[in-house]
């Protein structure tokens, strides 16, 4: 991921069968974040080399970057979604992890609207928070997607 800067969320796009969808998910990403507070900084890959690419493939690919915790995968799901939900994955696996407990707070998978990229990316640079943060809101809403802390 060549050019991100270390403070920005990177986004990686894989679904190209609407470009409509996608089109709504970048507004959305681009929008000033945190009650209006903030200006987004977003890294998004838009390459159809990672079209139909799986969230280990994704993980694999940015594991070099030891800045990176999280990485959000616009997929086939995000742009079904009336959230335009994408997946937000820790950038760690099992087998990084000491054990399953560790890999339960570090690790894992869940969906978040757009809007709530900025603060997952943000928490998890500064430490703020863990993912297990990330998923126990996610898991506090109806659908299962994160939104905001």
Do not use: K
């Not at 335009?84 to 560790?102: G, I, N, Q």
């Amino acid at each position: 991921m060549s050019g991100r800067d270390a403070f920005a969320a990177l986004v990686i796009r894989t679904d190209y069968s609407d470009d409509t969808a996608w089109q709504a998910v970048r507004a959305e990403l681009l929008q000033p974040w945190g009650d209006g507070d903030y200006e987004p900084v977003v890294h998004i890959v838009d390459d159809p080399t990672w079209a139909e690419a799986a969230a280990d493939e994704v993980i694999s690919a940015v594991s070099a970057d030891e800045d990176l915790s999280v990485v959000f995968v616009a997929d086939r799901a995000t742009m079904l979604s009336r959230h335009r939900a994408l997946l937000a994955v820790a950038v760690l696996t099992r087998a990084e992890c000491a054990s399953d407990e560790e890999f339960d707070v570090y690790g894992g998978a869940v969906r978040t609207v757009p809007a709530g990229v900025h603060d997952i990316h943000a928490n998890l640079a500064i430490a703020n928070l863990d993912f297990a943060d990330v998923l126990e809101s996610a898991r506090s809403t109806p659908e299962g997607v994160f939104r905001s802390f």
